[in-house]
C-alpha cells in the first residue's frame, strides 16, 4: 500500500514537472476565441503569424517556442495562438497589416496592438519582447493609451516625441507623430545640421506633402552647402526615398488619394529617377485604389496588349539563348547547387519566364473583374502567347485553373491546378499558397 502510494505520488510530481517545463502551449482557437480566453482570464494574447515557407518561422518553431523558459512567461502571460498568415490567418493578417515573417503580436482582450515585432528572435530577446508587452500594456505609455491620447497632444512636442519614438519601439508606423512633432517643435533650427541629421535618420518615414518633405524643400540649398560629400548624395536621392515612402503608405492604407499624390510626384522627377518606374502600372493600381474597374481592365489590357506587341517569340527565344550561353561559359566550372538553379533557369528562357510571369500576375487582377465573355477571351489569348513562349508553363496553368474555377468548371481547375503544381518550383514561396488553393477547389468538388 506505501509503495503503490510513493508511486502515484512520484507519477503526480513527474506529471507537474513536465507540465512546468514544456514551452509555449499555443492553444487551437480562432482569434476571436483566443480574445474572449484573454478577457476571462485577464491576460493579452501572442500570435505567431507564419508562413509554411518561412524559414526563420521554422527555426523559432524547433528551437525557441519549446524551451521551458520560454513557456514559463507565454504560459503565464498570454493566450498563445499560431496562424498562418496566408491561410486561415489571412483576414487578421491583412487587419493588423502583417508584411514579414514571423510577425510576432501581442493583443490586449479587445484586439488592440500592445506590441508588435518581427523576424527570428534569440531566446533571451522573445523572453524580454514579452516582458515588454506586459509592461507596455500596464503602463501609462501603452500603444493603446498612446494612440488614445495622440489626436488631443497634436500641441504638445514632449508628448509627441515619446508618441513617435515609442510608435518605432511597438513596431508601429511613427510618420503621423514624426509629421505632428515637425510642425510644433523648437528644439531644432530648421535651416540647422541638426535637422538635416534627423530627417536622415527618419528619412524613411517622410511622405509627400509632410512637414518634413517641406523643410527638406525649404533649405534644400542650405543643407547642400552644409553637407558631406556622401551628405550630398544622400540629399540628392531623399526626394525619390519620400516618394517611395509615399507609394509604400498609400498601397499599405489603400488611399487612392495618397496613391495620386505619388504619381504627381513620380512625374515631375528628373528621368534618371524614372527608369525603373512604370507609369501604366501606377495608373493602374490607382484605378485598383478608386475600385474602378472598368478602367483598370482597360489599363491591364493595354499594358499585357503592349508587352506582347514589343517582341516577336523568336527574339525573345534568340535573347535568352545568347544570355544562356553567356552565363553557361562565365560559370562552367562552378558545381554550386544554386549556380545549377540559376544556369537552369537562364536555360529555360529567362526573359520570356519573367514576361509570362508578369502576365499571370496582372492577368489574375484582371480575373478577379472579369464579367463577360469577351473579357474571358482575352485571358485564354494571354494563356495561348505565354504557352508559345514555353518558360515556366506552371504560371499558365494555375493562370487557366482559376480561369475555370471562376466559370464554375471545378474538375477542370483542379487538374490545371495539379499540372501547375507538378511544375512549380519547390523553392518559390508562392508555392505553398498554391497548394491551398487546391484544397479550396477539392472542397468545393466534394460540396457539389
Not at 298 to 326: C, G, H, N, P, V
Request: glycine residues 4%; charged residues 30%; aromatic residues 12%.
Amino acid at each position: 500500500m506505501k509503495r503503490t502510494l510513493f508511486t502515484f505520488i512520484t507519477y503526480i510530481l513527474i506529471g507537474c514537472w513536465t507540465l512546468s517545463a514544456q514551452g509555449i502551449d499555443f492553444q487551437k482557437l480562432s482569434l476571436e476565441e483566443a480574445l474572449a480566453k484573454a478577457s476571462i482570464e485577464k491576460k493579452l494574447v501572442f500570435i505567431d503569424f507564419y508562413t509554411t515557407w518561412c524559414a526563420p518561422c521554422k527555426t523559432m518553431t524547433k528551437l525557441i517556442f519549446p524551451l521551458p523558459e520560454v513557456g514559463e512567461v507565454y504560459n503565464k502571460e498570454f493566450v498563445n495562438i499560431k496562424l498562418d498568415a496566408e491561410k486561415e490567418g489571412l483576414k487578421a493578417a491583412k487587419k493588423y497589416n502583417v508584411q514579414s515573417y514571423p510577425t510576432l503580436l501581442f493583443l490586449d482582450s479587445q484586439g488592440n496592438v500592445v506590441f508588435k515585432e518581427t523576424g527570428l528572435r534569440p531566446v533571451n530577446d522573445f523572453i524580454e519582447l514579452g516582458k515588454n508587452a506586459v509592461s507596455a500594456h500596464r503602463s501609462e505609455l501603452s500603444l493603446q493609451r498612446l494612440q488614445e491620447e495622440f489626436p488631443k497632444r497634436q500641441n504638445d512636442a514632449s508628448f509627441l516625441k515619446i508618441y513617435y519614438t515609442k510608435m518605432i519601439e511597438y513596431g508601429q508606423s511613427p510618420i503621423e507623430g514624426i509629421n505632428a512633432w515637425l510642425k510644433v517643435q523648437k528644439e531644432i533650427d530648421e535651416d540647422d545640421e541638426d535637422m538635416m541629421e534627423f530627417l536622415f535618420k527618419y528619412k524613411n518615414y517622410i511622405v509627400a506633402g509632410s512637414k518634413g518633405e517641406a523643410i527638406l524643400q525649404a533649405n534644400f540649398d542650405e543643407y547642400m552647402d552644409i553637407a558631406t560629400k556622401k551628405e550630398e548624395d544622400e540629399l540628392e536621392r531623399f526626394k525619390v526615398q519620400i516618394l517611395q515612402n509615399t507609394r509604400d503608405l498609400a498601397y499599405q492604407t489603400q488611399n487612392p488619394d495618397l496613391w495620386l499624390t505619388f504619381m504627381e510626384g513620380f512625374n515631375k522627377l528628373p528621368e534618371k529617377f524614372k527608369k525603373r518606374g512604370n507609369p501604366v502600372e501606377y495608373k493602374m493600381t490607382y484605378a485598383a485604389l478608386l475600385k474602378d474597374d472598368q478602367t483598370f481592365k482597360i489599363l491591364t489590357k493595354k499594358y499585357i496588349d503592349s508587352l506582347i506587341s514589343q517582341k516577336s517569340i523568336t527574339e525573345i527565344t534568340e535573347t535568352d539563348t545568347k544570355e544562356y550561353e553567356r552565363r553557361a561559359k562565365s560559370l562552367e566550372n562552378s558545381n554550386s547547387p544554386e549556380v545549377t538553379r540559376i544556369l537552369q533557369a537562364y536555360k529555360n528562357g529567362m526573359g520570356a519566364g519573367s514576361i509570362v510571369e508578369d502576365i499571370h500576375q496582372k492577368a489574375q487582377a484582371y480575373l478577379a473583374r472579369v464579367d463577360s465573355n469577351s473579357e474571358y477571351k482575352d485571358i485564354e489569348n494571354w494563356i495561348a502567347y505565354g504557352d508559345q513562349l514555353g518558360a515556366s508553363s506552371y504560371y499558365m496553368d494555375n493562370l487557366r485553373a482559376d480561369m475555370y474555377y471562376k466559370r464554375g468548371k471545378v474538375k477542370k481547375a483542379i487538374n490545371y491546378k495539379k499540372q501547375a503544381l507538378a511544375n512549380w518550383p519547390d523553392y518559390d514561396k508562392k508555392r505553398d499558397t498554391r497548394v491551398y488553393e487546391l484544397s479550396l477547389m477539392e472542397g468545393t468538388q466534394k460540396i457539389k
